[in-house]
């Protein structure tokens, strides 16, 4: 017996034909009763959970994020309030320790501190409420009324925006569309569904013969909104992918779309519809060149690894010595950073960091690797 969200997608391509495969992954994450966002099915975490991330492994990437805070509030002149926007916040528990780690070490920024989480689904919000009930006295909503001054920062949002899927075939580009056989979910390659895909290069050239790509539409929409609430201040994402020339090619001639479930990977991206996760690398290009029809002005774009050796996540493994936590726990904390420190195909090298401004300096910020802020300029 089908389950109820594939009966309702077959249902609506039966009804009106194949649709693109961005169409079917809107369906499969964000369906108001059955996606698995919006329903709440999703779970982060490595004992429980279909994926996990940075902030799940260690604390200190929090902490490196909150000397990034510090640093944008002296940058902007310390306005009140100062907003702290994040994107998709999940189950919240990187905004628990951000806000935890303000409160107790910046108390005088904490006091004039508003934090907006940007969350569409509301079995999350519920979760995020509980968790944030300590600093319910800090939380607005987003998006402001107002132009805000600030930081909006994401940490994998982007990932999970839905994509159209393109294929280079005969010389030309085609779509992935998501058609119904009668009995399951099939993929066909159609004329694309947008003019502009038709247009779509990589990084400038053209996608390899037998390759495939993914374009990400909702980038510009997103950054555009996120820029209109900033009057001053800074857009941070953080995210697995790369620049646009880097990103396809013969090295991933099947593109990068890929589903979750249970810490596994899978190219069955059909299957199950709102059970499991869909996500694919971010294109930086597209982000980048969204921000500078916005007015942003881009740094360079980081690997995570640098990214936060640049906010000192290496002071904060050194002051583990002198933390009070015991040998064993110092050990812990160490190993759980290490995915996020060595190179190779961790998080260091996969995820990068891209840091946007809007009237105001990108050279205040702790943003190169060999200078990193000391501790005690916070």
Known sequence: MPKPLLRWIADRITEGGPVPFATFMGWALYHPEHGYYSSGKVRVGEDRGDFTTAP??????????????????????????????????????????????????????????????????????????????????????????????????????????????????????????????????????????????????????????????????????????????????????????????????????????LAYRAHRTSEHVLADPGEQDLTSHVDFTAVIEAGAREGLRSSRLLTLRDFLVATGILEELASLETSGLSERETLEARRAAAPLLLPGQGMGDSFKALVQARDAPLQALPLDPDRPLPCGDL
């Open 56 to 257: 799940h492994l260690t604390g200190l990437f929090a902490r490196c994020l909150c000397r990034l805070v510090t640093a944008a509030d002296v940058a902007l002149g310390h306005p009140t309030p100062f907003v702290l926007a994040e994107g998709g916040p999940g189950e919240g528990r990187l905004a628990r320790d951000m806000l935890d780690g303000l409160r107790d070490g910046h108390p005088s920024l904490y006091r004039r501190l508003l934090y907006a989480p940007d969350e569409a689904s509301p079995a999350l919000r519920r979760r995020q409420e509980e968790l944030w009930a300590p600093h319910r006295g800090r939380l607005v909503r987003w998006p402001p009324a107002a132009p805000v001054e600030g930081l909006y920062f994401s940490n994998e949002l982007l990932d999970a925006f839905p994509v159209h899927r393109l294929v280079s075939r005969g010389g030309r580009l085609w779509e992935v569309h998501v058609a119904w056989d009668g009995t399951r979910l099939v993929e066909m390659l159609l004329p694309p569904s947008r003019p502009e895909l038709a247009r779509w290069t990589r990084g400038g050239a053209d996608l390899p013969e037998g390759c495939e790509a993914e374009v990400n539409p909702g980038v510009g929409p997103w950054i555009r909104a996120v820029s209109a609430a900033l009057a001053r201040g800074y857009v941070v994402t953080i995210d697995y992918g790369d620049e646009a020339a880097r990103l396809y090619g013969p090295q991933r001639p099947r593109g990068t779309l």
